[in-house]
């Protein structure tokens, strides 16, 4: 505990675009089948604003500086400290299809606005709404190249066309978000996670008519498969289930290893050492989200392609095993499928990977 402590002294806020996840200069030619969605000219519709919307961010960090016993932007933080969020605003309508429609968002958290897409299901004879929530969790994207809703497009349409509310944070430093206050040569958690925690606060406070904000479920893929387990174990209470789709590991420091060697300021990596120069276990722990699967309350099932070359296949089946282990018998098992053949993002096999993600949510948000 004493090396803990001495660390939460040093330790700063990390950012490094979140570097823990494969580098992309630009996202897969996959997303194209959303971007043939017709864009929309209509300024802003009519629906569910804030009840009691502020208008200002006066008051959204009242409650951060609270002290941690853990390192500064570690795992082990969130799980102590509050994340604000407020002003969920839902802007102008980005594209329309006959099933749902497409707005740009922004909230408030931890003081930064945030940008991000919504897409809002119409209501039908069969399916009149309100509907449970999926908050998508993108891979790193180089911020330079990054634009709104840029990640994950066949899945938000996807999900949006089987009657959930989906919400996509582009997060700190991409497209209309605040900037990112953060270096990429420092050690610790992102903010990324942080983002998604507060956008789940301030979606809460909106509390629309057309969703059920206490029925709450997150897909994240690669790097956003990190973010995706440290909110589970940061907020257990608030997600209901969890698909985490080739994501990074949930040891911190195979991250490391594989993708911040080269960028990691020297006396950062040492708050992680021994004085020797090798890596501490115990100073690593609260960095990694395994160290915290005991909390974790939602039923996750993960997806890996069998020849991945970003993100290795063995980080889920470790990820299965850690989750097997630190939740006992008293939890639902956490389902693990492969997929031969298929690498970080997935092709001929992406409609299975989808059924049965649908099929997932399905059982836990839709009782």
């Not at 997303?31 to 017709?38: C, G, L, R, S, T």
């Not at 929309?40 to 569910?48: L, V």
Request: glycine residues 8%.
């Amino acid at each position: 505990m004493k090396k803990i402590l001495f660390l939460s002294f040093l330790a700063v806020f990390v950012g490094c675009g979140d570097p823990t996840g494969p580098i992309r200069k630009e996202n897969s030619d996959r997303d194209k089948i959303a971007d043939q969605i017709p864009a929309s000219t209509d300024k802003q519709e009519n629906i569910n604003q804030p009840k009691n919307k502020q208008n200002n961010k006066e008051g959204v960090d009242d409650m951060v500086n609270k002290v941690s016993e853990y390192p500064q932007h570690s795992v082990g933080e969130l799980l102590d400290l509050p994340v604000p969020g407020s002003n969920f605003t839902i802007g102008h309508i980005l594209a329309q299809t006959s099933a749902y429609t497409r707005y740009y968002i922004t909230y408030v958290s931890d003081g930064l606005t945030i940008s991000g897409i919504m897409n809002v299901p119409k209501a039908t004879e069969t399916d009149p709404g309100p509907w449970p929530v999926l908050f998508l969790n993108h891979g790193y994207i180089d911020p330079a190249v990054y634009t709104n809703g840029r990640g994950l497009k066949r899945e938000q349409d996807y999900f949006a066309r089987h009657g959930y509310v989906v919400i996509h944070s582009d997060y700190r430093g991409h497209a209309q978000s605040d900037p990112n206050p953060i270096s990429d040569d420092k050690v610790g958690e992102s903010g990324y996670t942080r983002d998604i925690l507060g956008g789940i606060n301030a979606f809460k406070s909106l509390d629309p008519d057309f969703a059920h904000v206490n029925s709450i479920g997150m897909l994240g893929h690669s790097m956003g498969g990190g973010v995706t387990m440290r909110a589970a174990v940061a907020r257990p209470e608030q997600i209901q289930a969890a698909v985490l789709y080739a994501p990074v590991s949930s040891d911190y420091l195979d991250n490391v290893k594989r993708w911040m060697l080269d960028r990691l300021d020297p006396s950062e990596a040492a708050k992680i050492q021994t004085a020797d120069g090798q890596w501490d276990p115990e100073l690593v722990a609260p960095f990694s989200a395994m160290t915290y699967f005991d909390r974790i309350q939602a039923p996750i099932m993960i997806h890996h392609g069998d020849r991945d070359k970003d993100v290795p296949i063995q980080w889920s089946k470790d990820t299965i095993n850690r989750l097997n282990q630190a939740q006992g018998n008293h939890r639902k098992k956490p389902i693990y499928h492969e997929y031969p053949g298929e690498g970080h993002e997935f092709g001929p096999q992406w409609e299975k990977f989808m059924e049965r993600s649908v099929t997932f949510f399905d059982e836990h948000l839709k009782k």
